[in-house]
């Protein structure tokens, strides 16, 4: 980016954050380098690969901001302050290693809610914000909702284990879905598990110990896989229900109509509706015409892996540009960042340099 254009997109920057002060927030700025260790979990493994990492002699290691969630979510859950609205604009830091065209340094322009009275209207306030400061760019919406993929995770009819396996996966969806075919009996065991799992004394040929795990570790694993093998396949029925949650493509005020059918077979998500619903009417109340706006089943599940609710982004017709503007629902995050004090919590952010380039400014 050229120094020209890197002034008129902090300029820019600068506009969209006092449009989301103009709503409330108030401004806040965070370090560039943060804490790596457990911080850097909380993103999920994409971000996780593409960050910048670097280690400071008194600090430890540390990463070129990722984003500003996290360390936005750590300032909050220190002050307590309730509901509160943050702003911020600065650069984030991701490597690029599939696309060279991509930046790998980039302003974000964020607005941030800290607000549990009402979720839904806090999901409609941030997305009509971010709406707002896009103006009249012509833009694809679309969105998703993780909480609906976790309830109907939760809810399956099988084991503990295999839902928790299945609940860490929703943002991998190869692994997922051979997590699924494996689980509900669609591929078959391989031979040499098989062979492993039915052995009496599996050590027997093992030789000796040279791997990094203890031989307990792998007793225990065995166990795991005994007892998973022992439990009954995922029902056809549930399989195919979860495979029309995902595959789900509609318009909003359809795709109510269409959950609430697949809610009478599996009532796990049921909660999870309700809560769309009273997003729709919320987003309604503020504007956005909810017959035109997608849903997307798996829309959301290959980015960051603290979204836990309504997930959005704004696409230009161009397929090759990245999101101009995403955003979502974290509530877990606060939690972990909280020591388990949770304050439901939503945002999204606008890359000016995306708008600019949008305008033809730059
Ligand atoms: N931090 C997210 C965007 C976001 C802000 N608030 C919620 N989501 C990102 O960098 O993609």
Same mark, same amino acid.
């Given at each position: 980016?050229?120094?020209?254009?890197?002034?008129?997109?902090?300029?820019?920057?600068?506009?969209?954050?006092?449009?989301?002060?103009?709503?409330?927030?108030?401004?806040?700025?965070?370090?560039?380098?943060?804490?790596?260790?457990?911080?850097?979990?909380?993103?999920?493994?994409?971000?996780?690969?593409?960050?910048?990492?670097?280690?400071?002699?008194?600090?430890?290691?540390?990463?070129?901001?990722?984003?500003?969630?996290?360390p936005v979510v750590q300032m909050?859950?220190?002050?307590?302050?309730?509901?509160?609205?943050?702003?911020?604009?600065?650069?984030?830091?991701?490597?690029?290693?599939?696309?060279?065209?991509?930046?790998?340094?980039?302003?974000?322009?964020?607005?941030?809610?800290?607000?549990?009275?009402?979720?839904?209207?806090?999901?409609?306030?941030?997305?009509?914000?971010?709406?707002?400061?896009?103006?009249?760019?012509?833009?694809?919406?679309?969105?998703?909702?993780?909480?609906?993929?976790?309830?109907?995770?939760?809810?399956?009819?099988?084991?503990?284990?295999?839902?928790?396996?299945?609940?860490?996966h929703i943002w991998r969806p190869?692994?997922?879905?051979?997590?699924?075919?494996?689980?509900?009996?669609?591929?078959?065991?391989?031979?040499? %598990?098989?062979?492993? @799992?039915?052995?009496?004394?599996?050590?027997? !040929? #093992?030789? $000796?110990?040279? +791997?990094?795990?203890? &031989?307990?570790?792998?007793?225990?694993?065995?166990?795991?896989?005994?007892?998973?093998?022992?439990?009954?396949?995922?029902?056809?029925?549930?399989?195919?229900?979860?495979?029309?949650?995902?595959?789900?493509?509609?318009?909003?005020?359809?795709?109510?109509?269409?959950?609430?059918?697949?809610?009478?077979?599996?009532?796990?998500?049921?909660?999870?509706?309700?809560?769309?619903?009273?997003?729709?009417?919320?987003?309604?109340?503020?504007?956005?015409?909810?017959?035109?706006?997608?849903?997307?089943?798996?829309?959301?599940?290959?980015?960051?892996?603290?979204?836990?609710?309504?997930?959005?982004?704004?696409?230009?017709?161009?397929?090759?540009?990245?999101?101009?503007?995403?955003?979502? %629902?974290?509530?877990? @995050?606060?939690a972990r960042l909280g020591d388990? !004090? #949770?304050? $439901?919590?939503? +945002?999204?952010?606008? &890359?000016?340099?995306?708008?600019?380039?949008?305008?033809?400014?730059?």
């Amino acid at each position: 980016m050229t120094p020209e254009t890197l002034i008129a997109v902090l300029a820019e920057a600068d506009r969209l954050r006092d449009g989301f002060a103009a709503r409330g927030a108030l401004v806040v700025q965070t370090d560039v380098l943060q804490p790596a260790g457990t911080l850097l979990d909380l993103y999920g493994e994409d971000i996780r690969g593409r960050s910048y990492l670097t280690s400071d002699p008194v600090q430890g290691e540390m990463v070129l901001r990722p984003d500003f969630t996290v360390p936005v979510v750590q300032m909050h859950m220190a002050s307590h302050a309730l509901p509160a609205r943050y702003t911020y604009a600065g650069k984030v830091f991701r490597k690029q290693d599939q696309d060279p065209s991509r930046a790998n340094e980039f302003v974000q322009v964020g607005f941030e809610v800290f607000d549990g009275s009402n979720p839904a209207k806090a999901d409609a306030e941030v997305f009509a914000a971010i709406r707002d400061g896009l103006g009249d760019l012509p833009l694809r919406a679309a969105t998703g909702d993780i909480g609906i993929l976790m309830a109907a995770v939760a809810g399956l009819r099988t084991s503990q284990p295999r839902k928790d396996a299945l609940a860490r996966h929703i943002w991998r969806p190869r692994r997922f879905r051979t997590l699924l075919d494996r689980f509900g009996g669609r591929s078959p065991v391989p031979p040499s %598990r098989a062979a492993l @799992l039915g052995a009496d004394d599996p050590f027997a !040929a #093992a030789g $000796p110990e040279i +791997g990094l795990r203890s &031989r307990r570790e792998v007793e225990a694993r065995i166990a795991t896989l005994r007892t998973d093998a022992a439990t009954p396949p995922i029902s056809r029925e549930e399989l195919a229900l979860l495979d029309t949650l995902m595959g789900l493509r509609e318009t909003s005020d359809h795709v109510l109509s269409r959950l609430r059918d697949i809610a009478v077979d599996m009532p796990a998500i049921g909660p999870a509706v309700t809560r769309l619903r009273a997003r729709l009417d919320a987003l309604d109340a503020l504007g956005v015409d909810v017959s035109a706006l997608e849903f997307e089943g798996s829309y959301g599940r290959t980015t960051l892996e603290y979204y836990d609710g309504f997930v959005f982004g704004f696409y230009a017709a161009d397929p090759l540009m990245p999101p101009v503007a995403t955003g979502g %629902r974290y509530d877990a @995050l606060t939690a972990r960042l909280g020591d388990g !004090a #949770a304050v $439901p919590a939503v +945002g999204g952010v606008i &890359r000016p340099d995306l708008v600019l380039a949008l305008r033809g400014a730059v």
